[in-house]
């Protein structure tokens, strides 16, 4: 049987006395007085502001952010790190949070840790946590995957070298020569040629 843990909550650091933030990865606003101008009137005038749970989203990325508000400046943080600052030790000041089990949506304390950035990388590894980009949905790419296609029809007909499609696609001829043999963009050499 699991025991359920208890959920402890301490001021969300940079935002004392406004957020508060839970072992268990919940963000909550805290109670307070408002003070607000009322342009009508001219008056200030006072109202209590109740705790409530701060909504969050998700990022292109999966890692769970909340929208923060201090003085009327708005600021997304990850949920992940603000757990982390105020309830992980991190006594050699490492500079990221790492989710142990490759579960981004699980922002409880007991699943997260302090890690360098080649800890970090070398879990993700390990751990096959990376959803490698290719083709065009790869940010760095400068070809489509048409014009792959075409440079392996061109090539194959043997009347084009790798130097003039270099210069027609506006690539490195190493890219070109990486493309033909199927180093890069497998994919497509494997769609045109089988394994």
């Known amino acids: 049987m699991e025991m359920l843990m208890e959920e402890i909550w301490k001021d969300v650091v940079g935002y004392e006395g406004f957020y508060i933030v839970s072992n268990l990865g919940k963000v909550q606003s805290v109670e307070r007085e408002c003070t607000q101008l009322n342009g009508l009137t001219g008056n200030y005038n006072t109202r209590i502001l109740p705790a409530k749970d701060v909504a969050t989203f998700k990022d292109k990325d999966g890692y769970i952010k909340v929208k923060l508000n201090k003085a009327g400046t708005k600021n997304n943080h990850m949920v992940h790190r603000l ?39 070398q879990h993700a590894h390990d751990n096959k946590l990376y959803e490698c980009q ?18 392996h029809k061109l090539y194959a007909t043997g009347n084009f070298t790798q130097d003039y499609l270099s210069e ?16 890069r963009w497998k994919h497509i050499y494997k769609e045109l040629y089988g394994d």
């Open 134 to 151: 290719k083709g065009e949905t790869n940010g760095m790419s400068k070809l489509s995957e048409e014009q792959v296609r075409e440079i």
């Open 168 to 183: 027609v696609y506006n690539v490195a001829g190493s890219a070109i020569s990486r493309i033909v043999t199927g180093a």
């Open 83 to 121: 757990v982390a600052i105020a309830f992980i030790p991190n006594p050699e000041n490492k500079p990221e949070v790492n989710h142990k089990f490759g579960i981004k949506s699980d922002n409880r304390a007991s699943e997260l840790e302090w890690v360098t950035t080649s800890e970090n990388q």
